[in-house]
């Protein structure tokens, strides 16, 4: 809805700046006839998505709640958020669609699972880092890869065993190389964590 929005506002020559907050502002001033130079017609229809805008902000902030609530209720949740790049929807989203981290025999057999394992024979009988199946749960894992995403944003600032690892990583592959194998070993974290019942520990520096 945002983007509609921001794009409808390209067309008159109306440039929203990134973040919701701006067109947020933009509609606040259409409302206030602060737009000259706008075609009433045009004005009217643009109006007409700001009471769905509202509406669908206030379902995502009730949302938000709710699953804030239940984090702070789920012990699972709480463990699996001390992985990095794991936050609140990914934990509460594993927590509530992998009741039985015992059906998989692995970590590798759980990442395959969620499509982040490289495809068999992608190349003359090798696997490649990046080229993965994304034959498993494409939701759980679009989270991971997000989350694998926010490490990546912050790894000069991780001085353990996994930072060392991601850099000499980005030093070698593209990052979007990286996201995928930080992705992959993210899940079988989870995993691990689910199954143990335990928290996760950073690897230190030996």
């Known amino acids: 809805m945002l983007n509609a929005l921001r794009s409808h506002f390209a067309e008159f020559g109306i440039i929203a700046a990134k973040g919701p907050q701006y067109v947020m502002t933009l509609v606040a001033e259409l409302r206030a006839g602060d737009q000259e130079g706008l075609p009433e017609t045009a004005r009217r229809a643009l109006l007409g ?51 039985d981290p015992s059906a998989f025999t692995s970590g590798r057999q759980f990442a395959a699972f969620l499509g982040l394992v490289p495809r068999q024979n992608s190349s ?49 592959k593209p990052a979007r190389v990286v996201t995928v194998a930080i992705a992959n070993k993210t899940a079988r974290i989870v995993w691990a964590v689910l199954l143990r019942g335990d928290i996760y520990r950073r690897p230190a520096m030996g």
Do not use: C, H
Not at 128 to 156: E, F, H
């Open 49 to 99: 998505f700001a009471p769905r805008l509202e509406a669908l902000t206030a379902e995502i902030r009730a949302i938000v709640r709710q699953l804030l609530a239940w984090f702070r209720e789920s012990d699972v949740s709480q463990r699996l958020s001390t992985i990095p790049g794991v936050g609140v929807i990914t934990a509460t989203a594993m927590a509530a669609m992998i009741p």
């Open 124 to 172: 003359g009988g090798k696997d490649r880092l990046g080229r993965i199946s994304k034959m498993g749960d494409g939701y759980l894992r679009r989270l991971l890869v997000n989350g694998a995403t926010s490490v990546i944003r912050r790894i000069g600032q991780d001085d353990s065993l996994t930072g060392v690892w991601v850099r000499k990583l980005l030093e070698r």
